[in-house]
């Protein structure tokens, strides 16, 4: 079992960067793969990004490569997501999620655990 809660979300300006943290409880993580997600009103929820926990090997989709970065930190059981350059379409609720594999996956469907999401607004 993984509980995951989300943090650092909040209102920012185009052009500004936020980090969102995702504090995992579980007793090992090493077998595991975390994503990031997001979800704007009345649209899908939609692929971020992934980290892999025990090789670190990370994957993005398109909309944020070379914008967003996920890392993690080991003793602290925490990922991360730093968002830079932010845009207005970047508006959504963000959630993290675990995958029990070592493998990295792209869809909601992949993903076992979720958090309660964190509200990122960005204004224009």
């Known amino acids: 079992q993984v509980q995951l809660v989300e943090s650092g979300g909040g209102l920012v300006q185009a052009g500004g960067s936020l980090r969102l943290s995702c504090a995992a409880s579980?007793?090992?993580?090493?077998?595991?793969?975390m994503g990031w997600f997001r979800q704007a009103p009345v649209k899908e929820r939609e692929f971020v990004g992934a980290?892999?926990?025990?090789?670190?090997?990370?994957f993005y989709a398109d909309s944020v490569k070379g914008r967003f970065t996920i890392s993690r930190d080991i003793a602290k059981k925490t990922v991360y997501l730093q968002m830079n350059s932010l845009k207005p379409e970047d508006t959504a609720i963000y959630y993290c999620?675990?995958?029990?594999?070592?493998?990295?996956?792209?869809?909601?469907?992949?993903?076992?655990?979720w958090g309660q999401g964190t509200q990122v607004t960005v204004s224009s």
């Open positions: 980290i892999t926990w025990s090789g670190g090997t990370t």
């Open positions: 999620a675990a995958r029990p594999a070592i493998v990295l996956g792209t869809s909601v469907n992949d993903y076992a655990y």
């Open positions: 579980a007793r090992t993580l090493i077998t595991y793969t």
